[in-house]
Structures are given as structure tokens and as C-alpha cells.
């Protein structure tokens, strides 16, 4: 752990989460171009909140919930050797394409929302998963085997 002049005035507990992000790394980016960049790095894994497709009353006017944004992310995502999270609601477009079949298996998750009038509802999410995720977590080891130059190199997560 680093102490600075910081630590004067950081609450101990935040020291753990400064630990934790400090290998994180934030991109304001846009999505489907910054996902070249890890689509076929093995060792990668990339989730996806998109605004969920569906119709709105209000919210996300200025955000990408056309049905063509979503076959876009879909179609990027389809032959993705990084592992994949996508989350959003039940839907025909991602049922029709996220498959068993495909590659792609779901969880569902209850969640509590609020609405713009403060009150309460209940929803059912989702979260799809691709098949190079499900190996991984079946084996419990991430996809990627080191020829012995990219060891020798010190290689991490090299292109597949």
C-alpha cells in the first residue's frame, strides 16, 4: 500500500478499494470500437450494459437502443475468443441469437428498479454468456496456453 499525503484524509476502509482499482483501467470510448481491441485476447473478459433494448416512456433518448445498435453489439460479440457478459432484458433479438446452439448460455437475476415516480417494480435480468467464458469457468482456468517465446517474452494475454 502507498501512504501519501493522501492518507491523511483517506477513511481507512476506501485504502482497499484504491487497492483494487489500481489495475483497473476506464475508457471513455466507444464500446464496439474499444471491444477490437480485446475480441480476440482470450484472457480478456469484457461485460456489456448496454441500455436494454425495449420501448421507453422516458431515459436514454440520446443512448443506442435502436434494434440496430443491438444486432451490431450481437454480431460484434458472435466470434469473440475473449470471454463475454452481456446484460439487458428477456428479448427476441438476443433470445433468437445468444443461444445454446450458438455458444451462449443465460442466468436470470430478480432485480428491484425504481421508476421516475420513485416507486418500486420488480424485473427479471439477464445476463448472457459466451462459450469461451463457460470453459473457463467449468475448468476453472482462464483459455490460454503460452507457446514458450510468448513465456519467454512475457506475453499475458496475446492475440489469438
Not at 484472457?43 to 433494448?53: G, K, R
Request: aromatic share 12%; charged share 30%; with cysteine.
Amino acid at each position: 500500500m502507498v501512504f501519501d499525503s493522501a492518507s491523511k484524509w483517506l477513511p481507512e476502509y476506501l485504502w482497499s478499494i484504491v487497492e483494487r482499482l489500481r489495475t483497473v483501467r476506464v475508457e471513455k470510448k466507444d464500446a464496439l470500437n474499444l471491444f477490437k481491441n480485446f475480441k480476440n485476447r482470450p484472457a480478456s473478459l469484457v461485460y456489456f450494459d448496454p441500455p436494454y433494448l425495449g420501448e421507453r416512456i422516458r431515459g436514454y433518448d440520446h443512448d443506442q437502443t435502436s434494434i440496430e445498435f443491438h444486432e451490431k453489439l450481437i454480431k460484434a460479440t458472435a466470434n469473440a475468443k475473449c470471454m463475454v457478459f452481456i446484460s439487458g432484458y428477456k428479448n427476441d433479438l438476443y433470445d433468437s441469437f445468444l443461444t445454446e446452439r450458438n455458444g451462449w448460455t443465460r442466468q436470470l437475476l430478480k432485480a428491484t428498479t425504481k421508476g421516475s415516480n420513485g416507486k418500486s417494480f420488480d424485473r427479471e435480468e439477464v445476463i448472457w454468456f459466451n462459450g469461451t467464458y463457460q470453459k473457463a469457468a467449468a475448468s476453472g482456468r482462464i483459455p490460454l496456453h503460452l507457446s514458450v517465446k510468448e513465456s519467454h517474452n512475457n506475453k499475458v494475454n496475446p492475440e489469438r
